[in-house]
């Protein structure tokens, strides 16, 4: 029989999308966080659509970006270049190109939200986040949001049938409702123990700090 690891469990909600890059740099930031103060996380990740009105087709990334953000060429090429270098220390590979699109998430959260069923979420969490920056892949489309799922540990077929049942149609849409009404307009979302919310990649030494404050208070 295994011991329970004696570490202090701290509960982290992190409201993100799959297509939002400092979502995964924000994580990869926490995770050096919590090993530093030797902290486990219960980790729960919540539905964000950076573009919920995106069409099936996608769009340019290089294009939205300067539509959205009203950027130039070259402050997108420099933002994608400071990425590029940021993950590249955290240990995460953005694989930027000027083919690399823009695309709906919807499914991928209700895919999401099942894993959550599964005790699989964060793993497929991490699949997703590779497939569309690492592997330059479509998250849009089911063949890949099917590989991610395997990936992660999880059944095809079940994450087939997930996906085309419609099942988590609804449960998405009252989640996303669910942060938006509490003020959440940007991703990454962090709440720490159900109380404090830091918004944006923040740094390994302010989630540590925050840490440190939930252990401190809990204790």
């Not at 701290?10 to 999308?17: A, G």
């Not at 950027?71 to 994608?80: L, V, Y």
């Amino acid at each position: 029989m295994t011991a329970p690891d004696p570490r202090p469990i701290v509960q982290i909600d992190i409201v993100s999308d799959v297509v939002c890059p400092w979502c995964i740099v924000g994580f990869r930031q926490l995770d050096l966080a919590l090993k530093e103060q030797n902290v486990l996380a219960n980790l729960r990740w919540h539905p964000f659509e950076l573009n919920p009105n995106m069409p099936s087709e996608g769009q340019n990334l290089r294009e939205h970006i300067m539509e959205k953000y009203g950027s130039t060429a070259e402050q997108s090429q420099q933002a994608r270049d400071r990425l590029t270098q940021t993950g590249a220390e955290l240990g995460f590979t953005f694989n930027f190109n000027d083919d690399s699109r823009m695309v709906n998430t919807f499914a991928a959260h209700q895919l999401l939200d099942w894993a959550e069923t599964q005790g699989r979420q964060h793993p497929l969490k991490m699949a997703l986040f590779e497939a569309y920056f690492t592997n330059q892949q479509d998250v849009s489309q089911s063949q890949v949001l099917l590989d991610a799922a395997q990936a992660a540990g999880l059944d095809r077929d079940a994450a087939r049938a997930a996906l085309t049942s419609g099942d988590h149609i609804a449960p998405v849409r009252e989640k996303q409702q669910f942060w938006t009404s509490r003020g959440v307009s940007g991703v990454p979302s962090m709440v720490f123990a159900g109380k404090y919310l830091v918004t944006g990649a923040q740094g390994a030494e302010t989630y540590s700090d925050l840490l440190q404050r939930c252990l401190t208070e809990a204790a």
